[in-house]
């Protein structure tokens, strides 16, 4: 049995090592960890001596159990702020707290396994629990949105952010059983009007459930204002290094860097290249990185995720998030 004031198992999160090679900490540095989490980027962070470290998270849980994951002499020692707010206001929060442009920042973006491991917070059908969903524990929750929404919207939502192609079929499914209360019940909704049969590899609640939150927690949305957060909060040689979990975030942050370092899509002789007249904002694009084998051997929840970084310029930052 362990004392009351004993700390959890550190949480071993997602390419940690390729993020701090990404991340080139120097000693006495100051970072940022846009999505605390359960602490594992920023534990990281600060063994490999980070200064200080501003740890955000919207999820006030995360928050909360924050000194139990970390341990006690870095916020003793100031090394260690944690923040409950979204990490798109990231820039507004450093200058509200008098720090200065940041020297590296990490995102690591979606669902954090915390909130997967807790039935009651209705992320995941691993485990039976109410249909919530909310990141920040505020708004809509899942169960909300699906008793009250039309049809039409949840097939675009399930379109959109799940690319499910049956999008159409299970919105219908899930309208002809309200009210939907519990992930077990929705989860069943979904594998029956999509033909699940038992032994097939991939369960196609897993789409519905991505897409519904995504929706629900408006993520894309937080990770391009993000993106243009971090871009006005990095000094000039400063590092981001973004870890994505699915296509439509990876599609994002490889968009946003192929833009800011000057990089425009091929063109054609219908559509010609445009030329960006805006000096670079970042440079040194990484090649994308995934998980080794024996990461995936260990944590197959790792299988999707994917790996971006790049190196701040001098340019002035842009204005807006990316296109």
Known sequence: MTSTGAKQAPHVPVLVSEVIDALAIHDGDTLVDGTFGAGGYTQAM?????????????DPEAIETGRSLVPDRYFEEGRLTLVEERFSQMDRVLAERGIGPVDAIALDIGVSSMQIDRPERGFSFQGDGPLDMRMSKSGLTAAEFLN???????ARVLRDYGEEPRARAIARAIVAARPVERTAELAAIVRRAAGFRQGQKADPATRTFQAIRIHLNSELDELEQGLAAAERSLRPGGRLAVVTFHSLEDRIVKRFFRERSGGTPA???????????????????AKPVSPTERELA???????????SAVRTSAPARKGSVQ
Not at 46 to 58: H, S, T
Not at 148 to 154: G, K, L, R, V, Y
């Open 46 to 58: 600060l063994a490999a001596g980070a200064g200080r470290v501003i740890g955000f998270d919207r």
């Open 148 to 154: 009250t929404a039309e049809e039409a919207e949840i």
């Open 267 to 285: 063109g054609s002789r219908h559509r010609p290249v445009l030329v960006d007249p805006t000096e670079p904002t970042f440079e040194r694009v």
């Open 298 to 308: 260990a944590n197959p929840r790792a299988r999707s995720a994917r790996l971006r």
